[in-house]
Structures are given as C-alpha cells and as structure tokens.
C-alpha cells in the first residue's frame, strides 16, 4: 500500500489549501484516513479523520475551518483547509488504517510522505 500526498504550500493568513492524498494498493473503502501534522520542535498531532463509513473527527483547534473528505472511486482522501493560521503551518501527512478512525499515530499502517503547508502572517 502506498499513499502519495500533495497539495501543500505557500499562503497568507485567512487563505485556503486543498491537500489531496491518493492510496495505490489496498481496498481503500476499507481503509480509515487521517492527516496529521508536525509543526518544528512538535509532535505529530492528528488533525482529522475519516472513518470507512465516513464518520469523521476534527482536532478542536481546526473545527469549522478544515473538513476532511473522501472518494472511494478516486482511492482518495482530502483536506479542505480554510481561514489559515500561521499555527497551522507544518507538514501534513495522510495515513491510512484498517476501518475504525483513531487519532494516535501508532496506530496507522501506511503513511504518506509528507506535504508542507506554510501560513504567512
């Protein structure tokens, strides 16, 4: 199974990205997604995730600005991202594990590699 995120970049404050993340191999339909993302001198902190049935789950500090989505005919996993911050700034990654959601990292089976998202202020 392999993930290849994209989408990542540069934009003001108040702007918005699209992160894409598409799974090769696998039943992606089986498959729960999340992002996380790594801010310099952080952890890896979940952001959101979407469970096989479409179930999903926002970290607080990205509610009512990020939506996550899927489309199992495409095989892939999106990140609506709106009203940056520059605290929004890091790399994102996109994960992927058997059905049920979980926002601990350890738990993920596959990852992709990785896209920078950077918020100017």
């Known amino acids: 199974v392999q993930l290849q995120a994209s989408g990542g970049g540069l934009v003001q404050t108040g702007g918005s990205l699209r992160l894409s993340c598409v799974v090769s191999?696998?039943?992606?339909?089986?498959?729960?997604m999340g992002w996380f993302r790594r801010a310099p001198g952080k952890v890896r902190e979940s952001v959101a995730s979407?469970?096989?049935?479409?179930?999903?789950y926002y970290t607080d500090s990205v509610k009512g600005r990020f939506t996550i989505s899927r489309d199992n005919a495409r095989n892939t996993v999106y990140l609506q991202m709106n009203s940056l911050k520059p605290e929004d700034t890091a790399v994102y990654y996109c994960?992927?594990?058997?059905?049920?959601?979980?926002?601990?990292?350890?738990?993920?089976?596959?990852w992709g590699q990785g896209t920078q998202v950077t918020v100017s202020s």
């Open positions: 994960g992927a594990r058997p059905n049920y959601m979980s926002t601990r990292a350890d738990s993920y089976n596959y």
């Open positions: 191999g696998g039943t992606f339909s089986t498959y729960a």
């Open positions: 979407i469970a096989s049935t479409g179930t999903t």
